[in-house]
């Protein structure tokens, strides 16, 4: 198991180089440069030699690059282009803003959907799974900024209940936290529902049932415990993507984290910026598909079998 | 089929349900799904919207009048005036092509891309195999809005840069769908043959191999129909879309937002536009997704 954590964490290195090339090269290869906004007619053109040559833009985009990644390797994302502070802290600052979005979003969103699906499942064809089928079909079919919007209308110019945005106080997080949760329980619910689905009729429920198993505990063990794996994916990547900064989300709600800043950074061409912040954000997308397969054996023992027994081959063929 | 006339009535249902071919029996399984024939409902009435969207003139969308300033909805202007008194009616509904055509080319690109990508990577395995998977896996990884960000800033802003931006971060799905499915088919007997009377590689993938692992890979183009409205439709949100004074439908929704208080209708017409289109592919690739899953067929 370790060794599958390892390899999986390793296999980070080779994504973080070809993420950060293709995005340094992309932004670098972009219209316009860093230096156009400090040129006035005034500038002469020694002063704009010299201003290429100190950001390097006299050099190859390779060059460029070499450097980045050199000091990447070293652990430091470099200064923005813009506003020559440090990258990293920029990240770690609105990094707590995007951690507490997500796992709202992510409490709100399974509390509501993991229920509702199982619900949904168990009444099949009637009209609970209608309308919770229809539901989260329009949940999913609704641009999540165009919900936002909706529920800023609602919620805060006609019955002024909460602030439309910003990030003063709790009740500013309100919104955007319901919002993020709403998305997620659109795709969890319909997950749920339809590998629930897939495990009602097998012959162990039955069994089970036949047995005497109450049918809380039927449900609760037989039934989800089987059905857990797509569930957790859904969740996982739904989380991910929240987690790498809902950019849109952010942005509507004027949610500082850390979504918006690399909005702001692409919107600046700010290379370094940009680069740090995709490369940030890659790494903690990666990282939670790694924590979600090893979910899988957490929830699944014929998972957890599968790496015990791998142990065990090695040890024996030792 | 006409050399035997009246056979049909001589045989039994269930063999006449067999005597069906592939096609006809996913049309027959569509039109018994309700939530298909909704879709295809909205999306035959979308495509009216659109074909009638052809007449109006793109002066007539971007005109502006300061007498219809915030103009509140009549039936002149059903949906309002906006800041610049343009008729938002109009207006929503010339960028139905914008919302419909990216759709359809971005999914399209995402498609051909990783089904080329994915069934190489299944038919030949080993090497190509590793390379194709490990660079769709790095694409993959990247976060979708924010490589469609990058990508709109190197390429400009426009219509055919936002196709090709939310086209290219749809491919690490086809890629893996595609693989998958062509993984199950190559060892079959029927692919074995066709090498064996010497069919080149190429031949037999195109012509054997995927046409035989298709369902998989039609109905997540359905879905990813939907996905790429929306990703479009939010990349336009958030100023990286066609830009403006094209009315579309994410610029719109945005445009409104500056006067959500005052006059909501700006932003809420167009954005129940995307809504019902994405729902209209979401309704149609859930009743494909039943029509072509041999798992749930009873």
Redesign the interface.
Known sequence: MLRYVLKRILWLI??II??SF??FA??D???GTIIDAMISEATTAEDIAALRAKYDLDKPLIYRYGKYMFRLAQGDLGLSDVSQTSVWDKYITRLPNTLLLSLAALVIGSAISIPMGINAARHAGKITDTATTTFT??G???????LA??L??LFS?YLGWVPAGGNKGFSAFILPAVCSGLLLMANSTRQTRSSMLEVLNSDYLRTARAKGVPEKVVIRKHALGNAWIPILTTIGSSL??SL??S??IE??FAWPGVGRA??DA??A?DVTE?CG??IM??II??LL?LIVDLMYAFVDPRIRAQYTNRKKKRRSAV | MSKIPNASETVPEAKQQKKRSRFGEIVHSIKRNK?AVAGLIIIALLLLILIGSLFIKYEAVTATSTANRFRTPDLEFPFGGDNMGRNVFLRTIYGSRYSLSIGFLAAAISTVLGVFLGSLAGYYGGLVDDIIM??S??LA??????LG???I??L?QSLQNLIIAVGVTGVPIFVRITRASVLTIKNQEYVEASRAIGMSHLRVIFTQVLPNGLSPIIVTFTSSL?LSI?VA??LS???FGVPVPKPEW?TL??AG?NY??TS?NL??FP?LF???T??AF??LG?GLRDALDPKLKK
């Open positions: 080779p994504v070809c993420v293709i995005v992309l932004m290869l972009a219209p079909l329009i999913m079919s609704m641009p999540s900024f165009w919007l909706l800023i209308l110019y991910g993507v790498a900064g950019a849109v942005s509507v690399t909005v692409v919107l061409r940009t912040m995709i954000s890659t997308y990666v598909q | 939530s490990r660079a896996d790095v990884s990247i976060p979708g809005m924010l960000m990058v990508i800033t190197v400009g939907g929306i439709a939010s949100f958030l100023g994410g929704v945005s937002r959500i208080r909501p932003m809420s954005g995307i809504m019902i994405v729902l979401n309704l859930d």
